[in-house]
């Protein structure tokens, strides 16, 4: 309403503002800021109803979305002008964001339903499973997490039945990550272990990348509400560890027990990230304990043959140290580092292996040959 304000009422810089807006929408100067004004009008009584409630019907909520996404054009000095001039604003501004957070996730949630097919190189389109884990898990596990909290506090309408379904979206992509991953770790013999091969490298490195995202992708599961079971992605841990254990240790028989000390020990140390993430795994599911008996190894299901595995990672180390050490190869210090590593590698090991596993596997005589291979060092 009232009269259209006289351009020269207005100082330079809005005239200007004003003037190149009048242009782009095809107004008169005079035109363009009655149309600014009536809409800043809009904004300020959108703004009182928000004080007073918040829209629940998603319609609703689209078109004060909209509204306040829209709003900063029709001041000079966009949304910082907007907030200066609107007190309310921002007493309000985090539970716009919230209602902006509504829209994005819930829009991105329905629009996210499906798996694209292999396309390519397997190991290449498992990156965009992983990428869009990634992004998705950044934007969306506060909300799935709490429940949407933050979105029922202020009445926003949620749909239960989209988060479960993004939750197990979520899950899936992992799941098409580690399945293929683990078809391609299937692959890895004859020419790709028996020297050192980048594509080997690649694998090893998909596989504990695996299992990073089952770690993330856990809580999701853990409610037990969705068709996929945080049962079937422990085992898929489970097979993602033993597949980097059977490729490390065939590694090492064939060639990297040839290297010098310290690669030899980095090639070890891989194998100890794939326990910790092992751990981890663990530790995200509440209904499992990682008492000393079982340790993590025997909490996870389906896991003799790892444990088989594990074990026998240990026993090629100490192997190998204690033959070191009888051939005198190496100076007492070199020895001293060798004897060091091998007891870190064998305490850790042990530590997932759990007193009961130990006990199974004849631990014992693996410790003997660690002393034994002590009393070789050079007093």
């Known amino acids: 309403g009232g009269r259209s304000a006289r351009p020269e009422e207005v100082d330079i810089r809005v005239r200007q503002w004003a003037e190149i807006q009048a242009y782009s929408r095809k107004l008169s100067c005079g035109e363009f800021l009655s149309l600014a004004k009536s809409k800043q009008e809009g904004v300020e009584q959108t703004l009182n109803v928000l004080a007073d409630e918040f829209p629940s019907d998603a319609e609703e909520i689209a078109s004060v979305v909209e509204l306040l996404q829209e709003a900063p054009a029709w001041y000079p000095g966009g949304s910082r002008e907007m907030r200066e001039s609107l007190p309310q604003y921002k007493k309000l501004e985090q539970k716009i964001e919230t209602l902006y957070e509504f829209m994005q996730v819930t829009n991105e949630m329905r629009g996210a339903m499906w798996l694209e097919g292999v396309r390519q190189d397997p190991l290449a389109q498992i990156v965009h499973w992983r990428d869009s884990f990634a992004s998705r898990n950044q934007h969306w596990r506060t909300i799935l997490l709490t429940g949407a909290r933050s979105w029922e506090l202020l009445g926003l309408p949620v749909?239960?039945?989209?988060?479960?379904?993004?939750?197990?979206?979520?899950?899936?992509?992992?799941?098409?990550?580690?399945?293929?991953?683990?078809?391609?770790?299937?692959?890895?013999?004859?020419?790709?272990?028996?020297?050192?091969?980048?594509?080997?490298?690649?694998?090893?490195?998909?596989?504990?990348?695996?299992?990073?995202?089952?770690?993330?992708?856990l809580p999701y599961a853990c409610p037990g509400d969705i068709e996929l079971t945080s049962a079937e992605l422990l085992r898929m841990g489970v097979s993602l560890a033993k597949a980097f254990a059977?490729?490390?240790?065939?590694?090492?028989?064939?060639?990297?027990?040839?290297?010098?000390?310290?690669?030899?020990?980095?090639?070890?140390?891989?194998?100890?990230?794939?326990?910790?993430?092992?751990?981890?795994?663990?530790?995200?599911?509440?209904?499992?304990?990682?008492?000393?008996?079982?340790?993590?190894?025997?909490?996870?299901?389906?896991?003799?043959?790892?444990?088989?595995?594990?074990?026998?990672?240990?026993?090629?180390?100490?192997?190998?140290?204690?033959?070191?050490?009888?051939?005198?190869?190496?100076?007492?210090?070199?020895?001293?580092?060798?004897?060091?590593?091998?007891?870190?590698?064998?305490?850790?090991?042990?530590?997932?292996?759990?007193?009961?596993?130990?006990n199974e596997r004849g631990v014992q005589q693996l410790l003997e040959s660690l002393y034994q291979t002590e009393n070789l060092l050079p007093h």
Not at 252 to 280: D, P, S
């Open 246 to 358: 059977g490729i490390s240790t065939q590694q090492f028989v064939n060639f990297v027990h040839r290297h010098a000390r310290q690669e030899i020990c980095t090639h070890f140390e891989e194998m100890l990230k794939v326990l910790g993430l092992l751990k981890e795994m663990v530790q995200q599911v509440p209904s499992l304990e990682i008492s000393a008996g079982t340790g993590t190894i025997g909490a996870l299901p389906d896991s003799g043959e790892l444990g088989s595995a594990v074990y026998s990672c240990c026993v090629k180390l100490i192997e190998h140290i204690a033959c070191q050490a009888e051939e005198g190869l190496g100076s007492p210090r070199e020895l001293v580092l060798w004897m060091m590593f091998g007891c870190k590698y064998v305490n850790q090991s042990l530590e997932s292996l759990g007193a009961e596993g130990v």
């Open 159 to 217: 749909d239960e039945n989209l988060l479960k379904q993004s939750r197990l979206y979520l899950c899936q992509l992992v799941r098409a990550f580690c399945d293929t991953v683990l078809q391609e770790a299937g692959k890895m013999h004859g020419v790709f272990i028996s020297s050192k091969c980048a594509r080997t490298s690649q694998v090893k490195g998909r596989l504990r990348e695996g299992m990073g995202l089952i770690v993330k992708a």
